[in-house]
């Protein structure tokens, strides 16, 4: 059971912008950094934002990270057809004395 | 170039044991955190434990104390994650993953696919 919590999927067609939400608690988000994954089918995952908002060497700027209190957000603006992946938040829990990960999202670029 | 290298795929049956290696290359290994990471057939990503080569300093997810152990080389910048007696449902992708300043996972084996089966 994923104590960060994500919506299983979103979707959006080429061009448009979407976001996903993480939502943690005191513990983890309210706490400490919030990080971002992305998954492409079959490949071991990628670090997309790190440090709340901020991005890797390589990771367009199209992608960007915020974090409000004990949630996070992953926004994707002008979506493109190989944006398709999973997306994962991640984030220190002071309690578990280790990382959670969210559940994933599934984007889909209808 | 920072590159994790993970060992090849593995079958086992039941009951048996099993130990696995990411190997580390193009930065210090001494100083950072190597953590592991589960992944099951269509599921999400489950962290079990981190390592410190340095010194093998050692935390686990409560979820995987016990069930796995996780140990390293540094001589030969190398990690390990070993089970004494494998049950089908560690069937999984597992992934090492170099962790940063802010506990960012900013590279990342390529996986090791461990299938227990009878």
């Known amino acids: 059971q994923s104590v960060l919590t994500q919506p299983p999927s979103a979707s959006g067609t080429p061009g448009q912008r979407v976001a996903i939400s993480c939502s943690g608690s005191?513990?983890?988000?309210?706490?400490?950094?919030v990080n971002w994954y992305q998954q492409l089918p079959g490949t071991a995952p990628k670090l997309l934002i790190y440090?709340?908002?901020q991005r890797p060497s390589g990771v367009p700027d199209r992608f960007s990270g915020s974090k409000s209190g004990a949630s996070a957000s992953l926004a994707i603006s002008g979506l493109h057809s190989e944006d398709e992946a999973d997306y994962y938040c991640?984030?220190?829990?002071?309690?578990?004395?280790?990382?959670?990960f969210g559940g994933g999202t599934r984007l889909t670029v209808l | 170039e920072v590159q994790l290298v993970q060992s090849r795929a593995e079958v086992r049956k039941p009951g048996e044991s099993l130990k696995i290696s990411c190997k580390g290359s193009?930065?210090?290994?001494?100083?950072?955190?190597i953590a592991w990471v589960r992944q099951m057939p269509g599921k999400g990503l489950e962290w079990m434990g981190i390592?410190?080569?340095?010194?093998?300093?050692?935390r686990y997810s409560p979820s995987f104390q016990g069930q796995v152990t996780i140990s390293a080389d540094k001589s030969i910048t190398t990690a390990y994650l070993q089970w004494s007696s494998l049950r089908a449902s560690d069937t999984a992708m597992y992934y090492c993953?170099?962790?940063?300043?802010?506990?960012?996972?900013?590279?990342w084996g390529q996986g090791t696919l461990v299938t227990v089966s009878s």
């Open positions: 005191s513990s983890s988000i309210g706490s400490n950094t």
């Open positions: 991640a984030a220190w829990d002071d309690s578990l004395n280790g990382v959670l």
């Open positions: 390592i410190y080569p340095y010194d093998s300093d050692t």
């Open positions: 193009g930065y210090s290994f001494i100083s950072n955190w």
């Open positions: 993953a170099r962790q940063s300043s802010s506990k960012e996972y900013d590279y």
């Open positions: 440090n709340n908002n």
